[in-house]
């Protein structure tokens, strides 16, 4: 079947190319793209290869909301027309039959996918909106993590960075009732953190954290989740634990060794968790159904809403740097 895509290619533009999907397979289902979420995190790291789930040309995207168009003779449990969410494509080839690496594949118009695997796709919540429940992964990686790290309420946390994955854990860590604190170097990315129900803020770039944290919690946070991706800040972030607190790895490091200093982490007697992926169903079904109910008010972090002709630009922008004002991106197919 006939799709147009997001390619990356190895030198890193992007372009909208037809592609040629295979048709459903007995077990696999076909669904017309509405919407895609963006993954600046994730997404730019496969595009810069600081990690690698396939060579290049790519189509990058995990996670995207639309409507099923056919059904394959095995599938009992899903009927032409359902609203799905979904994590990405299974197979995608270029004119000429050159194979494109999907990681996942969801910045696509249409979407081939084995539905009842861990990553294949399931009915949206009735009340969800798709050009929000689109984004549904990143949320669910900071839920996982704090389900993983389960800190109690009232007690203190410590969410260091809050682009996407920081802000689903602020908003988890805020559900559970806990004093949040939200550090980070961008003032917009602190605003948003606050709506998703952070209590204090701190910025990076103009105060002394350690300083401002102690303030809050004298003797370091319950649990700090390091949610950057950026190894550098590690040990800043292991600084910010109480004794016998709780350190989480919540972002992703890339496949190259990391380093910390040992000492600090040993001495406070610390448990470290290592979240990966998004905590699969019962994460990803648990945060659109907050977003149907409106306790999970996602929509307030995507700033940018765009059609997919203009996601080659928006992506060059993320790559290279050049507007800070990207944090949330939905591309919309029907256009």
Same mark, same amino acid.
């Given at each position: 079947?006939k799709a147009r895509?997001? =390619?990356?290619?190895?030198?890193?533009?992007?372009s909208?190319?037809?592609v040629?999907?295979?048709d459903?397979?007995?077990?696999? =289902?076909?669904?017309r793209?509405h919407y895609s979420?963006?993954s600046? /995190?994730?997404?730019?790291?496969?595009?810069?290869?600081k990690?690698?789930?396939?060579p290049?040309?790519?189509?990058?995207?995990y996670?995207g909301?639309?409507?099923?168009?056919?059904?394959?003779?095995?599938?009992?449990?899903?009927?032409?027309?359902?609203?799905?969410y979904f994590?990405?494509?299974d197979?995608?080839?270029?004119?000429?039959?050159r194979?494109v690496?999907?990681v996942?594949?969801a910045?696509c118009?249409?979407? %081939?996918?084995?539905?009842?695997?861990? *990553?294949? #796709?399931?009915k949206?919540i009735? /009340?969800a909106?798709?050009?929000?429940a689109c984004?549904f992964?990143?949320?669910?990686?900071?839920l996982?993590?704090?389900?993983?790290?389960?800190?109690?309420?009232?007690q203190?946390?410590?969410?260091?960075?809050?682009?996407?994955?920081g802000?689903?854990v602020?908003a #988890?860590?805020?559900?559970?009732?806990?004093?949040?604190?939200? %550090?980070?170097?961008? $003032?917009? $990315?602190?605003?948003?953190?606050k709506e998703m129900?952070?209590d204090h803020?701190?910025?990076?770039s103009?105060?002394?954290?350690?300083?401002?944290?102690?303030?809050?919690a004298?003797?370091?946070?319950?649990v700090v989740f390091?949610s950057t991706?950026?190894p550098?800040?590690?040990?800043p972030?292991?600084?910010l634990c109480?004794?016998?607190?709780s350190?989480?790895? $919540?972002?992703?490091?890339g496949?190259a060794?990391?380093s910390?200093?040992?000492?600090?982490?040993?001495?406070?007697?610390?448990?470290?968790f290592?979240p990966?992926?998004?905590?699969?169903?019962?994460c990803r079904?648990?945060v %659109?159904?907050n977003?149907?109910?409106?306790?999970?008010?996602?929509?307030?972090?995507i700033t *940018?809403?765009i059609?997919? $002709?203009? #996601?080659?630009?928006?992506f060059?922008?993320?790559?290279?740097?050049?507007?800070?004002? =990207?944090? /949330?991106?939905?591309i919309?197919?029907?256009?």
């Open positions: 079947m895509a997001l =390619i990356c290619d190895d030198r890193q533009r992007f909208i190319d037809d040629t999907l295979r459903p397979g007995p077990d696999q =289902i076909a669904i793209t979420g963006v600046i /995190g994730t997404e730019f790291a496969l595009i810069r290869n990690i690698s789930w396939g290049y040309p790519l189509c990058t995207g996670m909301a639309g409507v099923v168009e056919a059904v394959g003779k095995d599938i009992t449990n899903f009927a032409v027309g359902d609203e799905v994590r990405g494509n197979y995608m080839e270029l004119a000429g039959g194979r690496s999907c996942q594949g910045h118009s249409s979407v %081939v996918t084995r539905p009842n695997t861990s *990553h294949g #796709a399931a949206m009735p /009340g909106r798709m050009d929000t984004s992964v990143m949320p669910a990686v900071g996982f993590g704090t389900d993983m790290a389960n800190p109690r309420m009232g203190t946390t410590v969410v260091y960075g809050v682009g996407l994955i802000l689903g602020v #988890a860590c805020a559900h559970r009732g806990c004093v949040v604190i939200a %550090v980070d170097i961008n $003032q917009k $990315q602190l605003e948003l953190a129900g952070a803020l701190i910025n990076g103009s105060q002394n954290v350690p300083a401002e944290v102690r303030k809050i004298p003797e370091g946070a319950d390091e991706g950026l550098q800040c590690l040990d972030a292991i600084e109480r004794p016998f607190g350190f989480v790895w $919540q972002g992703n490091y496949e060794p990391v910390l200093h040992f000492i600090p982490p040993h001495g406070k007697r610390l448990k470290m290592f990966c992926d998004d905590g699969l169903q019962a079904r648990a %659109v159904k977003m149907a109910m409106g306790a999970l008010k996602w929509e307030k972090t *940018h809403r059609g997919f $002709q203009e #996601a080659p630009a928006v060059d922008k993320i790559n290279k740097g050049t507007d800070k004002s =990207i944090i /949330g991106v939905v919309g197919w029907n256009d």
